[in-house]
């Protein structure tokens, strides 16, 4: 027998192990990151090339600098599987042979999945019984405990369990409907700032800025054509059975910075810090990149959002969990620190993380300005190329992920922020 084979999965999809998810969930385009719901950011994850890439769509991956992007020996497409890839994995027999065959002469397989899912689960369990392997990857907590943290309300569940972070988590009521959340505002001013969320929700999807005396919040909430301009802040037909959030704004979110954070809690319990960015967002919520440049954000905050992530992974090992987890702070420009959500996957920024690492080394946020897209309009190798901006292995552009529509998964990359907003403008004037 050999020795370690790694398969990684994008399993967005399988995020809530809902089948009746509504269609953000599971992938629309302006729902959710792309590169999750694609599958491409998958192709990050291992470090040593040779591994199996299992994904919902065809990827044709765009050339990156030698070694910073392992290459896959194989790719799996599972057709129709809507981001459930390792549930519908399961049911095709075909599809199933080829896995087998990939780790026929395997010891031990290793994981790399989204999320960690009952899909995945069972993926796991046929491995160790059907072909006698180790798997490593999966964490030993029950999938419906990785489901719940991952709903708005459990993930705070989670968090005002841990002091540290409770201290930093926003007061908040769980409203059962829409009307429910509009009695809880009627008679506040509408000076008074509250953020509603549903329950079910990723990349800043489902998710509203409202004030005190606010109405007709089930019309935003829904909307039944998204091309009809409704629904501005790019909304999901919410199931309306699902229990909302509703929780006290905090600072302007005008003025607001928010930065996420990755950590991952090994399989004894320790926590690290793999690091943090600040998030592009439109209308104050949807993710669309994040953006970094030396000195962006007090060493002092980094430093509180390390122990307070590092806090979180040890009450989530207590738990049985191992693997992947993000948190995503508030900065407001007056005032303290506050904690917005937990998100137990792997994130929509890790594959940058991981691709400033392996261009700079560790310390790249001290020493390297980026901005990345998830879809960039206009970008691909021959706009990039023609307009001078294809990273030289100092500076430049990096094109992270296949075409969507008009554009690609984007970074920018320059030694300080003053190069960067060049980058960045030169960008912008991409043409499709």
Known sequence: MGGERVIAIANFGELFEDPDAPASVLGEADGVPLGH???????????????????????????????IRKEPAERLVVPDA???????????????????????????VRLLATVNSAGLRRMADRLATAAGLEVVGVPDCPPGLVRYWNTKIGGRDLLRGVPAAAALVPDAVVCHTPLHAEAMLAGHPASER???????????????WVTGGETGLAAR????????????????PLPLDEPLLLEVGIGDPRRNRSLTADFTVMPG?????????????????????IAWSPGAVAPAVLASVASVGTAVGRAMARRGFSGPFNLDFILPPEGRLALAEINVRRSAPLDQHLAMRRLFGPDWPDRVAMR??????????????AAGLAFDGRAGVLLLGPRYGNGSATMAVAPDAAGLDRLVASCHDLKP
């Open 37 to 67: 719901a694609a599958g491409h950011k998958a192709g990050w994850w291992p470090e040593e090339d040779g591994f199996l890439l299992i994904a919902p769509t065809s990827l044709d991956l765009p050339p990156v600098p030698a070694g």
């Open 82 to 108: 809507d981001g459930r890839t390792a549930a519908r994995l399961l049911e095709d027999a075909r599809l199933w042979s080829r896995v087998r065959r990939f780790v026929q002469e395997a010891r031990r």
């Open 194 to 208: 509250y953020v509603l969320k549903a329950n079910m929700g990723a990349g800043g999807s489902g998710i509203l």
């Open 221 to 236: 909430l829904t909307r039944p054509d998204h091309t009809t301009g409704a629904g501005k802040n790019g909304l999901w």
């Open 269 to 289: 319990g320790t926590v690290a810090f793999e690091g943090a960015a600040l998030q592009v967002l439109d209308d104050f919520t949807r993710y669309r990149g």
């Open 372 to 385: 990345s897209w998830e879809c960039l309009a206009g970008a691909d190798p021959t706009t990039v190329a």
